[in-house]
Each structure stands twice: as structure tokens, then as C-alpha cells.
């Protein structure tokens, strides 16, 4: 069966159906194309001294929230790497349970997983409006085969993201549940520092129970754990809002303590910082 063309394809001169460099650069001020150094320095990485950036252009993609950038079992053929917004990357069991293995943002590379079999192991889901580069990975593979400095920074930053992976699973067998809840603000306010945001006041994009499923916890544990933490004074919540107060003794937490020693700590800390205001106003007035 012979497909049909579009009114715009009919239309189109060859200069249109094809970009030319005046065109994808246009479109690359309208953050839709990224040459390769934008996109080696958005995964902080050194770009390859041999390759001419302004040749190698990578389109963008948005999606919104909820919208599924890949599914489990889908054929590979993309590398995505965050430019902007959030997401999480799940597992699904048989009845539909999902797992949360990561959330990925501004810098991250997704889909590194399907590399082995190509199919995705799991599933991308946005959980935010976000803007992806896409990284068609045969282009990627025959630029590496022309450019070994491009193909072994690649590798790195794959690496890098099963580094993380690692770390996370050591840290899921070797800490309590309060010292994992720490741990994950802990880790999230230094992203965040990282791509030039507030690292003392953020918005979760992920749930509570998105929370307990990357921790391996329950969504009640996770609550009630940042809810300990606001009343000993170490955050402040204010629904998905969380003010991180002392980043010091989050990363050293390793267990809470009872809650009635909790109830006088926090009233300690509260007479301290009422005798400390009306301090203040003394010297002031003084």
C-alpha cells in the first residue's frame, strides 16, 4: 500500500525536507538541537577535541508530565539525556507493582539499559514537563569508531551511572530506615546545588510512595520519618515543599532517637531559639 503525503510534504522544496546548518542552528536557539559540546558540557563531561561540534547536532524532545519516554521491552535505539525536568525509571512486576529504580534530572543519561539486548529493561515515566536530547545510538557507535576520546567520555559517563546505581543499592543494605529518608535529602539537595538551584529549599517531584519504593520502605515509613525530622528541627515540610535546616546531622543520622526524647529535644531547640531571639532584640534595641 503506497503512503500518502501530507499537504506540507507536497508542498516542501528539498532545502525544507532536509536541515541545513543556517536551519538546525535557528531551531538549536530555540532549544530544539544541542551540537555535541552543549551536550558534553550538560553531562559535565570534556568534549572531544577532534570532532567538529557545530557539524554534530542532537534533536530535543518534550514530554509531559506523566507521558512514558520508553516502556519495558521496547526495541533500543536512543540514549536521552535530561536537559531539563524530572522523572523516575521503574521495573513492573507481573500485577503491575512497580519499583522505582531512579530518578533522573538535568544531566542525567537514561536508557543505558537496553544496550545489553536491545529492549529496555525499564520504564522512563515523566515526572514533570521535561526536555530530553536524544542520542540515536548507531549515530553514537559510528562517531566512536572515527573519535576514541568521544567513545571512551561516553563510557565514562555510563559508568558513572551504574556507580550510582551501586552506591544506592549499598545504601539500601546498610543503613536504617530514618538514615536512608536522610540520606536521599541529603543527596537531592546536592543535585540540585549542582544544576544551580537552592540546595535549603526544594520541591519533591516524587511522591511519598515514589519515595518509599526507591528506598525499599513503605509509603507510611517515609512520612512518618520526615515528619520526625521536621519536629527535631532537621527540615522543615510543608507538603512536597522540604527546607533542609541542618544538611550537617542528616548526613551523619544514623538512627532517630525514641520519641519522647524527640518531643524534648525539639522543645529544647524551641526555647533555644526563642531565648535567642529575644537576645537579638535586646541588642537591638540597646
Known amino acids: 500500500m503506497q503512503s500518502q503525503s501530507t499537504p506540507e510534504q507536497r508542498n516542501a522544496t528539498p532545502s525544507t525536507m532536509h536541515t541545513s546548518p543556517m536551519e538546525a542552528g535557528r531551531q538549536r536557539q530555540g532549544r530544539l538541537w544541542s551540537n555535541l559540546k552543549e551536550v558534553c558540557d550538560l553531562l ?55 519499583q522505582v529504580l531512579s530518578f533522573p534530572m538535568k544531566g542525567d543519561m537514561l536508557g543505558v539499559d537496553g544496550i545489553h539486548t536491545r529492549h529496555y529493561a525499564s520504564e522512563a515515566v515523566a515526572l514533570s514537563d521535561c526536555d530530553l536530547i536524544l542520542l540515536p545510538f548507531k549515530k553514537l557507535t559510528a562517531l566512536g569508531r572515527v573519535h576514541a576520546e568521544l567513545e571512551n567520555v561516553m563510557y565514562g559517563v555510563m559508568s ?23 540520606r536521599f535529602l541529603v543527596s537531592l539537595a546536592d543535585r540540585f546545588a549542582a544544576m544551580g538551584y537552592s540546595s535549603k529549599l526544594f520541591n519533591l517531584r516524587m511522591t511519598r510512595h515514589e519515595i518509599g519504593s526507591y528506598l525499599g520502605l513503605t509509603l507510611e515509613t517515609v512520612s512518618r520519618t520526615l515528619s520526625a525530622f521536621n519536629e527535631i528541627g532537621l527540615i522543615t515540610v510543608d507538603q512536597r515543599t522540604i527546607g533542609i535546616k541542618d544538611a550537617d546531622a542528616l548526613k551523619t543520622l544514623r538512627r532517630l532517637p525514641p520519641s519522647r526524647s524527640r518531643a524534648k529535644q525539639a522543645s529544647a531547640k524551641q526555647k533555644a531559639e526563642v531565648d535567642q531571639s529575644g537576645d537579638d532584640q535586646i541588642l537591638a534595641t540597646a
Open 44 to 98: 559535565h563531561i570534556t568534549p572531544a577535541v577532534s570532532v567538529n561540534s557545530e557539524e554534530l547536532l542532537f534533536q530535543h524532545v518534550q514530554f509531559k508530565t506523566g507521558q512514558r519516554v520508553h516502556t519495558i521491552g521496547q526495541a533500543f535505539d536512543t540514549l536521552y539525556i535530561v536537559n531539563s525536568g524530572f522523572l523516575k525509571t521503574v521495573l513492573i512486576d507481573e500485577f503491575g507493582n512497580e
Open 160 to 182: 558513572r551511572e551504574l556507580v550510582r546505581e551501586q552506591a544506592m543499592i549499598g545504601m539500601l543494605g546498610a543503613l536504617s530506615a530514618e538514615a536512608r529518608v536522610a
